[in-house]
């Protein structure tokens, strides 16, 4: 009886340390990098003065009519709901072909039954919820994941196809055919993009609805300094190749202050890291040394509020200290 109880304290101590870790990677993952936020409100801004100034519906929401239209009646209510356009929009950036209603379904299973499970297992409700919880959470942390490294790579080639761009301007392409042969010439997530910008302006689209189309897809600073250049010199005028040129030039020197502010960042990374999983690191150590010291801490039940407040504190301090080392730039 006894070793049964131990085993169940163990399985219960091990479903805890791996829900810390858990919500932990997803606090401490973010990278520290972070763009300047006076900056991105002033080009949104401009942006958006230059979108009012079309009558004419965006692209994203003719597309996503002509979405709904081709689903069957139970798949248009569910992509209707509340949300779905926003969750459909993340997928989308993220690179996925999942219909948005199908991850929350996913996620609401895996949540079900890692709750169900665990409560089988451990039978203790605190852990279970939050087992459930890290479950349903564990897809939108997929996607936000998946959305950021594919946003990191279309800034990473965003530079050679401005190059690409100015190269055939220069050689007397119209700013349409340049936009192809950033398709053809690149591969990857700035190749697909520029490519569907390119077939909007094919099929009639303006520049300005097909620029603003491209910006709502892959939502970057950096792309929106090369969008609001490219709409604003259609306004007035002026040496668009020489314009890239400069857009160029700063976007590569962003870049480089950004590889040196994750370089001068990494010890304070390293000690975050250490921070967060000594404690349990040490917890493992004592546990399996002198398991009669932490007997009380694991069997009494102010032992487990006691464990579930410390959780929650650790939360709180890898969000706080992920504040400390993200850098506006």
């Given at each position: 009886m006894n070793l049964q109880l131990e085993s169940t304290e163990f399985i219960v101590i091990l479903a805890m340390v791996f829900i810390s870790v858990f919500i932990l990677l997803a606090s401490l993952s973010i990278p520290v990098f972070g763009e300047q936020r006076r900056v991105k409100r002033r080009l949104k801004q401009r942006l958006g003065e230059i979108s009012s100034a079309s009558d004419q519906p965006s692209i994203s929401s003719l597309l996503r009519a002509r979405y709904l239209k081709k689903l069957n009646p139970l798949e248009r209510q569910f992509e209707s709901l509340p949300g779905m356009e926003a969750l459909a929009r993340l997928i989308e950036q993220s690179g996925g072909q999942i219909m948005a209603y199908k991850v929350v379904v996913l996620s609401l299973l895996l949540g079900v039954a890692g709750f169900v499970l665990v409560l089988l297992v451990v039978n203790f409700l605190p852990v279970a919820l939050a087992a459930g919880i890290a479950l349903v959470l564990a897809p939108y942390l997929r996607l936000i994941y998946l959305r950021h490294k594919r946003l990191m790579?279309?800034?990473?080639?965003?530079?050679?196809?401005?190059?690409?761009?100015?190269?055939?301007?220069l050689t007397g392409h119209p700013f349409g055919e340049s936009l192809s042969l950033v398709t053809e010439g690149l591969e990857g997530p700035v190749s697909t993009e520029f490519g569907i910008t390119y077939s909007d302006l094919s099929y009639g689209s303006d520049l300005r609805r097909a620029m603003l189309g491209?910006?709502?897809?892959?939502?970057s600073v950096t792309l929106m300094?090369?969008?609001?250049?490219?709409l604003v010199q259609k306004e007035t005028g002026g040496n668009l190749a020489e314009i890239l040129?400069?857009?160029?030039?700063?976007i590569r020197g962003r870049?480089?202050?950004?590889?040196?502010?994750?370089?001068?960042?990494?010890?304070?990374?390293?000690?975050?890291?250490?921070?967060?999983?000594?404690?349990?690191?040490?917890?493992?150590?004592i546990y399996f040394t002198?398991?009669?010291?932490?007997?009380?801490?694991?069997?009494?039940?102010?032992g487990h509020q006691l464990i579930m407040i410390s959780f929650v504190l650790m939360l709180l301090g890898a969000v706080w200290i992920r504040r400390l080392l993200r850098i506006e730039v």
């Open positions: 790579e279309f800034e990473a080639q965003l530079p050679e196809a401005i190059d690409i761009i100015k190269r055939a301007l491209l910006l709502e897809r892959v939502p300094a090369f969008v609001t250049a490219v040129e400069n857009i160029g030039t700063v870049f480089r202050f950004q590889r040196r502010v994750k370089t001068l960042s990494a010890e304070g990374r390293l000690s975050a890291w250490i921070l967060m999983l000594v404690p349990f690191g040490l917890f493992g150590l002198t398991p009669g010291y932490m007997e009380t801490l694991v069997r009494s039940d102010r």
